[in-house]
């Protein structure tokens, strides 16, 4: 009698995990199915030649495959981005690196070679993070103006590499935190200075910090467009971002040539995104920036 | 070589804690002395204000004659080895080792010449081009201490360099690190909890609790002579058998009443120890397991007072068996005892039975079993005595 | 003293960090604080002392609706203290698109990570499919989305509203970001597709930060799965649910480049952070820009400053 009874609920529990597996995975699968729509609709507009712009056809695959929105949207004469893909390239490079190197010294400062006062300065350093740059553009810009910093680029790459300073020094000095005090102590007792430490022992564990600094800042400042319009006047200068908002991707240009100038423009953070992703995931994941 | 003194030195935590008070101990040239006591004595705040890893609160610190108390770790011409090694991760063995003398700008001939003659006195010269992570644990232990040697240095310090390592190798570590102290012949302080590797290791063994000295003397003196209770309970495995007693005026001399069983002290010891100013009060009486013998193989005793003895448990050790008793006797129970022994006796105890429980050594192949009475013999010269309430030693 | 020897270098390393932003952090936020409590409201500059930014931006009343300015709002002075009507509705908006952007997000991050927890098939892939939205700029998405919220009618209407007539879904069409009541919360679609999978990562972590000695120990005690998660995994959840309220509370008062991206400038999308930026660049009036700048720093502060001071806190405590 038992076994009977026992057989009958584990079959109906069996069909459940299987029916609960089951909705799990279509939940799982609608949202990633939610989350790359915008893909689809990107890459599908794009590779539309111009005479497919028929809105009612929208979701449906190009009848004939055409590069010419992506020609446009590259290097076309009233569209292209190369140009503005260069201002970006020159500005979240040195910033980038500039940034990162800022915030290590700066980590490791505030974690392994402390000063009294040390946790305020961090404090005081962190509270940067989370203003609105609303309200620091207008000053800032008046700055520039007034020591004739040098226009353009150079404007925003300092723009970044000082707003730049809460963000990296966070993530720093959340993994350095993460290095045993003895190790430092042994250094100093090893004769080891205060830069000559940092050169010698702790630099070449910081791999994985400097990863995802990284890129964090090449994607951030890349997609920035909130310093780039409030700074950067000259149109020629503009980094993509701000092309794409003020004419590429603007509501006049034909939206496949549209769609293709999205996808260019996202393309350089989206391969670094695929190729140190699960870096990338796996500082994320272990709370590197909870904060 | 230098020697250390430290005056009154203290070390105050900003939240109020007092993890060291007036600690005055001296350390001559080439001793190795080794700072025992139980975890949170303070022993290893004040290696790390020898260090200078730790700001000193007050008091003096000298090496060598000098004041050392502004002075920065860099520049005491100390090595340390770690509790956890603290080796640098991506560096070689050879790289590590070498770090401090490269920094010194060495040449690189000197370097290579004092690498090797290091790793060859440590057995480390098959590792030289290995990481961190791929030695061992004993491995490891040994580099750090290549690290402090080669430095040759004033002054070594070891913060429990052997705790992280498996009993065995702890037994083999320690006759190392002991023979080539006295090959190298460098002042050592040595900080370890474990009383058994102090007792093994120092010229002088300098007992700490609760952030003050207890007791610095030479091993065998602070075992024979323990200057308090808490000397006395901590110093000794098995620790020491106590309990109340008193002492009482017999016709002939003097004798010692523990609970139902009387010793008689011979007039000598009587007079050496200083008791009669105790007669007819209550005192804390100590002899240690080794000093009371059961019956032997051939059931003789080895001759002196009597101990009747009912064996409530039985502990075979291969070298040694403990017999233990219960004693009609209250107790020495004392916040000091507890710390020492780290409460193992009361736990210990039978509550079944009123008293203090003991612990006698027998001849290690003698067939003795629970429920077995038996004589203990004990000798009452290696009886202790202690006021119960200074716990300090009475007479020598 | 000598020990100055020893921490004087790490503060001399970060003591540049500090004096940028010393300046570039409070000094400008000191001047713009000061500029909003100025006349400086058209291109020359003066010096004196004023609060009309201020009084027209809190309503004394309630103000007018309901009519739409195309194009650039005007930030028309007048003598008598009157409620701006634009600043109006960029706080019901802003109001609208936190809500249902923080919600939706919490929500949408906190279910995804609750089906991950237990480990599925081709987690990797998923969580990489949702979260390389991070990787996108707003401007970008701000492009795809607008499109995909077409409001078009009829015969032109594209975007989701042609999906879902496609899909027999016709009853779903509505006006999106256009709509007239709930087109912030429109907005808040983007956004919420940009952020849930950081807030997935997030939830996930917390997830997994629960010791399985726990769960295992509530199992045997008899709780079924349901009631593991319930009284035992959520409550481990609460810090971070904490984090992620104020990390999305923050950007939400932020947000600028996305609603630019699908609104431009107009009324019917405008938040405050956009009618600053349009009273800077096309009004000119300084001083109300400022104003508006200062009012979203408090807002900020008051969520982010007892936070930080918690954190600090507790990790000492640790």
Redesign the interface.
């Known amino acids: 009698m038992t076994t009977v009874a026992l057989d009958r609920t584990s079959r109906r529990r069996r069909r459940r995990r299987v029916s609960s597996r089951v909705l799990k995975y279509a939940a799982l699968a609608f949202a990633a199915v939610v989350v790359l729509l915008p893909v689809y609709v990107l890459l599908v507009a794009s590779f539309k030649g111009a005479g497919e712009a028929d809105p009612s056809r929208a979701w449906a695959l190009p009848e004939s495959w055409s590069l010419d929105a992506w020609r446009e949207a590259w290097n076309g004469e009233q569209y292209g981005l190369l140009p503005f893909l260069k201002n970006s390239l020159k500005l979240v490079i040195p910033a980038t690196l500039i940034s990162t190197v800022i915030g290590s010294l700066n980590g490791f400062v505030l974690s392994r070679w402390r000063f009294p006062g040390a946790d305020l300065v961090f404090l005081f350093l962190l509270f940067g993070l989370f203003i609105p740059y609303q309200a620091v553009m207008i000053p800032l810009t008046q700055i520039f103006i007034d020591v004739d910093f040098p226009e353009g680029i150079p404007r925003l790459a300092f723009a970044h590499i000082v707003y730049g300073i809460p963000i990296t020094t966070l993530i720093f000095r959340s993994y350095y935190a993460t290095i045993p005090e003895d190790l430092i102590e042994a250094a100093r007792m090893d004769r080891a200075g205060m830069l000559r430490t940092y050169w010698s022992v702790v630099l070449p564990i910081s791999a994985p910090a400097f990863v995802v600094t990284a890129i964090w800042q090449f994607t951030s400042i890349w997609n920035d467009f909130l310093f780039a319009v409030f700074i950067v006047t000259d149109p020629g200068q503009w980094p993509v971002t701000v092309a794409l908002n003020n004419t590429t991707g603007s509501l006049v240009t034909p939206y496949n040539v549209q769609m293709a100038a999205a996808l260019i423009a996202s393309l350089p953070t989206l391969i670094v995104y695929i190729l140190l992703g699960r870096y990338f995931m796996r500082g994320l994941m272990a709370g590197a920036l909870k904060g | 070589m230098a020697d250390i003194q430290l005056d009154k030195l203290a070390k105050r935590f900003p939240n109020g804690f007092e993890a060291v008070k007036e600690l005055t101990l001296e350390i001559a040239e080439a001793e190795l002395l080794v700072l025992v006591g139980p975890s949170g004595c303070g022993k290893t705040t004040a290696l790390r204000m020898i260090?200078g890893?730790e700001?000193i609160s007050s008091g003096d610190l000298y090496i060598g004659g000098k004041r050392m108390n502004?002075?920065?770790?860099?520049d005491r011409d100390?090595?340390?080895v770690?509790?956890?090694y603290?080796?640098?991760?991506?560096m070689t063995v050879a790289q590590n080792i070498a770090?401090?003398l490269k920094?010194?700008r060495r040449p690189k001939q000197e370097i290579r010449e004092r690498v090797q003659e290091t790793t060859r006195l440590l057995g480390l010269e098959d590792l030289l081009d290995r990481r961190p992570k791929q030695l061992s644990g004993g491995q490891r232990q040994r580099v750090a201490m290549g690290?402090a040697i080669i430095?040759k240095p004033q002054v070594f310090l070891m913060d429990e360099p052997l705790s992280n390592l498996d009993a065995q190798l702890r037994v083999h570590m320690r006759g190392e690190i002991e023979a080539l102290q006295k090959r190298l012949g460098v002042t050592t302080v040595y900080v370890t909890h474990d009383q058994i590797e102090a007792m093994t290791m120092g010229d002088r063994v300098a007992v700490m609790r609760s952030g003050e000295l207890q007791q610095v003397d030479t091993p065998t003196h602070v075992y024979d002579h323990p200057a308090n209770l808490f000397v006395a309970g901590f110093i000794g495995s098995p620790p020491m058998n106590l309990a109340r007693g008193t002492i009482e005026r017999a016709d002939d001399g003097l004798l010692v009443r523990i609970g139902s069983s009387a010793v008689p002290i011979p007039a000598e010891i009587a007079r050496e120890r200083d008791l009669d100013p105790w007669v007819g009060r209550e005192l804390i009486v100590g002899i240690r397991p080794e000093d009371l013998e059961g019956p032997g193989e051939d059931g003789r005793h080895a001759g002196g007072a009597l101990i009747r003895a009912k064996i409530d448990r039985v502990e075979a050790l291969g070298a040694n068996l403990l017999g233990f008793f219960t004693v009609d006797a209250p107790p020495a129970t004392s916040e000091a005892i507890a710390e020492a022994t780290g409460g193992g006796l009361e736990e210990v105890a039978l509550i079944t039975r009123e008293g203090t429980p003991f612990c006698a050594t027998f001849e290690p192949r003698v067939a003795l079993r629970v429920g077995d009475e038996v004589d203990v013999a004990v000798d009452v010269r290696r009886f202790h005595f202690f006021d119960p309430d200074s716990e300090t030693a009475i007479g020598g | 003293m000598r020990k100055i020897r020893r921490w004087g270098p790490g503060l001399l390393l970060v003591s540049p960090s500090i004096l940028l932003v010393a300046v570039f952090v409070y000094g400008l936020i000191g001047w713009n604080i000061k500029v909003s409590l100025s006349d400086w409201r058209q291109a020359e500059e003066t010096s004196g002392f004023d609060t009309s930014a201020y009084k027209e931006l809190f309503p004394s009343g309630v103000g007018e609706t309901g009519e739409y300015v195309s194009g650039v709002a005007t930030g028309e002075q007048s003598d008598t203290l009157s409620t701006d009507p634009a600043w109006i509705i960029d706080l019901h908006h802003a109001l609208l698109f936190t809500v249902a952007f923080v919600l939706g997000a919490l929500i949408i991050g906190a279910s995804l990570a609750f089906l991950l927890d237990k480990g599925v098939k081709g987690e990797g892939m998923f969580r990489a499919i949702y979260l390389f939205p991070m990787a996108v700029s707003f401007i970008a998405a701000g492009v795809v989305w607008r499109w995909l919220m077409n409001p078009a009618p009829g015969d032109r209407a594209t975007g989701f509203n042609l999906l879902f007539d496609k899909l027999g879904l016709g009853f779903l069409r509505n006006d999106w970001y256009l709509g007239q009541d709930w087109g912030a919360a429109a907005l808040a679609l983007p956004a919420m597709w940009a952020l849930s999978g950081y807030i997935m990562a997030l939830y996930l972590a917390g997830f997994r930060g629960v010791p399985e000695e726990l769960r295992e120990a509530a199992r045997m005690d008899g709780a079924s799965e349901w009631r593991v998660y319930r009284h035992v995994v959520f409550p481990h959840l609460r810090p971070v649910t904490l984090s992620a309220l104020i990390i999305l509370g923050h950007i939400s008062i932020k947000v600028f480049d996305l609603i630019v991206a699908i609104g431009g400038k107009q009324l019917i999308t405008q938040t405050p952070a956009v009618y600053m930026w349009i009273l800077i660049y096309d009004a000119r009036d300084y001083a109300k820009g400022a104003a508006i700048a200062t009012l979203l720093l408090v807002g900020i502060s008051v969520l982010i400053v007892p936070y930080l001071i918690y954190t600090v806190r507790s990790e000492r405590r640790v």
Do not use: C, G, T
């Not at chain 2, 502004?70 to 860099?74: M, P, Q, T």
């Open positions: 260090a890893l700001d502004d002075v920065l770790e860099r100390i090595a340390m770690f509790q956890n603290a080796l640098y991760p991506h770090f401090s920094l010194a690290r430095r």
